[in-house]
């Protein structure tokens, strides 16, 4: 097995699920993907189906409406799947906090595996936030 | 010697089939990205990367789409590869004569019915997921291959006519050998280029993924495979990036030599070749379907036909 998950960390291919963020952290996922971070150094991929992930990045809070899509995207992803949660939003529903529809226990929806606070986290952060996971596949 | 058995699985299985192709082409494989992303003043994956790919996509769940037809699903990744496989394997065997081997297998239309064969699989899997997007690449696919086969088979049969109107790959490289390569005459020259670019509508890479789109139909046909099958269609993608510069060597550039120099310059017509289709793939957007339609068949089929004709005038 740790040779298999060797190889899976050094070809991740993230998913974008985009929860319900204000757009922000989005536009900051796709900036890893330009000349200055390029994360296809460490074999990431953005893929644009879920059934190629094994990474779904995650922004934005859960609310009551985008709750169940989330589930069922992630039930779509073969597995095994990791799951990043991008931003403040995710992590502590941030600027959202009083809403009157956001789902208290995201945990409950999907499993998260690595947090990234900040509004939005800055590239490096989400590089960093990755590379745990890396070291986690690692051993 | 006399082709036994044995030896025929030895071809098909590991030398030029599918070890060799596999191992090549996931290495071309890595030198599309390294040299797509210098383009792009990127620094671009390492060189296991695709290996990587490979090996993670086959530890994957494969999930099989409940409203699909299941078996053809899963056949076609197979067919697909089996048929790439068979590809590289009639073309490495009349390229790589040094096997010792009497090889009369080299027949051109085999080949091109192979060529069709893959195309014929990504239909059929992209249709058989059940998914909407994976029908329009489907569809896309369908209108992407009646648009190259007519030029790709008047650019066979340019090389076809030049030998002698035979169809047997090794009587072509045998006249190519005698008489110099068929590139180096006007025909000959026409022939290639419109080769390549069909060769990149074969392999449906930029501006060709029109059945492939991954911004505007994530990835059309492959759009629901995951896992291990997934891994197949890669694998027989890159096997291609093998196969076919292979055959257009065959055909115009006057196959390979081993001795001595002759490896550099080998490697050196097989690198270019790629080369020159990374770099098409990388500085053109893709194209809309009747602009290809209009391209191949308004532009690149008269063209072939010109060296078709040029080619029975001996020019
Ligand atoms: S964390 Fe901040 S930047 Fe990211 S989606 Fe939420 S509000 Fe927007």
């Not at chain 2, 494969?62 to 053809?72: A, D, E, W, Y």
């Not at chain 2, 893959?118 to 690449?137: P, Q």
């Not at chain 2, 072509?172 to 390569?181: S, V």
């Not at chain 2, 059945?211 to 993608?237: H, R």
Request: aromatic letters at 12%; a positive charge; glycine letters at 8%.
């Amino acid at each position: 097995m740790g040779w298999y998950k060797r190889r899976l960390a050094k070809s991740l291919w993230v998913f974008h699920v985009s929860g319900s963020p204000c757009n922000n952290c989005d536009i900051e996922i796709l900036d890893l993907l330009t000349p200055k971070y390029d994360v296809e150094r460490f074999g990431i991929k953005l893929v644009g189906s879920v059934r190629h992930a094994d990474v779904l990045l995650v922004t934005g809070v859960f609310n009551q409406k985008i709750a169940p899509r989330i589930k069922r995207i992630y039930e779509q992803a073969p597995k095994p799947i990791f799951v990043v949660a991008i931003g403040t939003c995710t992590s502590g529903t941030c600027c959202f906090k009083d809403s009157y529809n956001i789902v208290p226990d995201r945990e409950a929806v999907i499993p998260i595996d690595v947090y990234v606070p900040g509004c939005p986290p800055k590239p490096e952060a989400m590089i960093e936030a990755v590379a745990k996971l890396i070291g986690v596949l690692n051993g | 010697m006399k082709a036994s058995i044995g030896w025929l699985l030895f071809a098909i299985l590991i030398f030029p089939g599918l070890f060799f192709t596999g191992v090549l082409g996931l290495i071309v494989g890595w030198l599309d990205r390294k040299v797509s992303a210098r383009v792009q003043y990127r620094v671009g994956p390492p060189f296991s990367q695709n290996f990587n790919d490979f090996f993670k996509l086959l530890g994957k769940e494969t999930i099989i789409v409940r409203n699909g037809i299941h078996s053809l699903f899963v056949i076609a990744p197979l067919v697909a590869l089996g048929s790439t496989v068979l590809i590289a394997t009639l073309v490495g065997i009349t390229l790589f004569q040094w096997l010792g081997v009497a090889n009369d297998f080299g027949d051109l239309i085999v080949i091109m019915y192979l060529m069709m064969v893959f195309s014929v699989m990504v239909i059929l899997g992209g249709s058989a997921s059940g998914n909407v997007y994976s029908s329009l690449g489907a569809g896309r696919e369908i209108k992407l291959l009646l648009a190259d086969e007519l030029a790709f088979i008047l650019v066979c049969l340019v090389a076809v006519i030049k030998a002698g109107y035979t169809f047997r790959l090794d009587a072509i490289l045998a006249t190519q050998q005698a008489q110099g390569m068929f590139i180096a005459s006007p025909s000959g020259a026409i022939a290639f280029i419109v080769g390549l670019l069909c060769l990149q509508a074969k392999m449906t890479l930029p501006p060709f993924h029109i059945s492939e789109a991954e911004t505007e139909i994530v990835e059309g046909p492959l759009m629901e495979y995951s896992g291990p099958l997934l891994g197949f269609w890669k694998l027989s993608q890159a096997m291609l990036w093998v196969a076919l510069p292979f055959l257009l060597i065959a055909l115009f550039l006057g196959g390979f030599t081993v001795e001595g120099y002759g490896i550099l310059w080998s490697l050196l017509k097989y690198v270019g070749i790629v080369v020159v289709m990374i770099l098409i793939k990388n500085t053109n957007p893709r194209i809309r379907i009747d602009t290809a339609l209009h391209f191949f068949w308004k532009i690149l089929t008269p063209l072939a036909f010109l060296a078709t004709i040029l080619a029975v005038l001996g020019v």
